[in-house]
């Protein structure tokens, strides 16, 4: 069975920084187009950045210059470097694998940017 992993959320101040990572096991890691989604609370789930097989990024446009999508394909990772939080940022982060129809996510990690 598929697994997507995701750490390294938490509570940061601010204008600070976190770097999420997710972890995929069962899976022909590079073949898969890798995103980021985020749910605020009483908010629908949305994209945040994504990375194609072949590395290209996209960006929400508010996500962009702030917030850094990267993957290593040896480790099987995906990464989400945010920096310049807000208190806005504040959301449910999870990772998602999608090639052609086959979609699978993770079960999420919680960053909370409060002072």
């Known amino acids: 069975q598929v697994q997507l992993v995701e750490s390294g959320g938490g509570l940061v101040q601010p204008g600070g920084s976190l770097r999420l990572s997710c972890a995929a096991s069962?899976?022909?890691?590079?073949?898969?187009?890798m995103n980021w989604y985020r749910q605020a609370p009483g908010k629908e789930r949305e994209l945040v950045a994504g990375?194609?097989?072949?590395?290209?990024?996209y960006y929400v446009d508010s996500m962009k210059g702030r917030f850094t999508i990267s993957r290593d394909n040896a480790k099987n990772t995906v990464y989400l470097h945010m920096n310049s939080l807000k208190a806005e940022d504040t959301a449910v982060y999870y990772c998602?694998?999608?090639?052609?129809?086959?979609?699978?996510w993770g079960q999420g990690t919680q960053v909370t940017v409060s002072s």
């Open positions: 998602n694998a999608r090639k052609e129809n086959l979609e699978y």
């Open positions: 990375i194609t097989s072949g590395f290209s990024t």
């Open positions: 069962r899976i022909i890691f590079s073949i898969y187009h």
